[in-house]
């Protein structure tokens, strides 16, 4: 099974609720209890997860000054 998120207007509601009763044997309706805290959960966690992405592939503190005392070293040392 696979899982959609759909926008509908309300207008044409009724006319999906229609048609998920003609096939309810194949689809499952179920409310996202974290869509109705916060309408942009997935967005917020999709943002979250790029900024932890982001954190992994910086450098430390303590490696940034090691790098650059040995750049330093190498220049002064031409």
Request: no cysteine; net charge negative.
């Amino acid at each position: 099974m696979q899982t959609l998120t759909i926008q509908v207007k309300d207008d044409f509601m009724s006319e999906v609720i229609k048609f998920i009763e003609t096939a309810k044997d194949n689809i499952v309706v179920q409310k996202d209890k974290n869509l109705e805290l916060d309408p942009y959960f997935y967005e917020r966690q999709k943002s979250l997860q790029k900024i932890l992405d982001d954190d992994k592939q910086m450098i430390t503190h303590d490696e940034l000054w090691n790098n650059v005392h040995k750049h330093l070293e190498k220049i002064q040392s031409n």
